[in-house]
Nanobody, 120 residues
Framework: QVQLVESGGGLVQAGGSLRLSCAAS????????MGWYRQAPGKQRELVAT???????DYAESVKGRFTISRDNAKNTVYLQMDSLKPEDTAIYYC??????????????WGQGTQVTVSS
C-alpha cells in the first residue's frame, strides 16, 4: 500500500507564499503521473497541477503563473510552490499519484490533505 504524506500547509496573508510537499512511500518513478488537487468548502475537488513521468506539467488556469509543481526523484517527493496567494486559494490540498495503465490493476492513491488558508 502506497502512502502519500502532505505537509507545508498553513495560514498566510494574501500575496504570500507556501510550499507544499508530498512524500511518497515508494519511488515516484513507479507512477505515471502525480498531482495536486484542492477542495474548498462546499465545492468539488479540482485539479491544481500535475506532472507526468516525462516531466511535462499542466496547471489549472486559475493558478498559472503563480504555482509551480516540481519533483525530486531522489527524495520521492513532489512539491507545489504557491506564490502570490489569494483568498480564493483557500482549500484543503491533496496529493494524488496514479500508476501506469500497463499495470494489471492500476491504482490511484491520495494523501490525507493539508489545509491552506489565505487571509485577505
Amino acid at each position: 500500500q502506497v502512502q502519500l504524506v502532505e505537509s507545508g500547509g498553513g495560514l498566510v496573508q494574501a500575496g504570500g507564499s507556501l510550499r507544499l510537499s508530498c512524500a511518497a512511500s515508494r519511488s515516484i518513478f513507479s507512477f505515471s503521473a502525480m498531482g495536486w488537487y484542492r477542495q474548498a468548502p462546499g465545492k468539488q475537488r479540482e485539479l491544481v497541477a500535475t506532472v507526468i513521468s516525462g516531466g511535462n506539467t499542466d496547471y489549472a488556469e486559475s493558478v498559472k503563473g503563480r504555482f509551480t509543481i516540481s519533483r525530486d526523484n531522489a527524495k520521492n517527493t513532489v512539491y507545489l510552490q504557491m506564490d502570490s496567494l489569494k483568498p480564493e486559494d483557500t482549500a484543503i490540498y491533496y496529493c494524488k499519484a496514479v500508476e501506469p495503465i500497463w499495470k494489471l490493476v492500476p491504482q490511484t492513491y491520495w494523501g490525507q490533505g493539508t489545509q491552506v488558508t489565505v487571509s485577505s
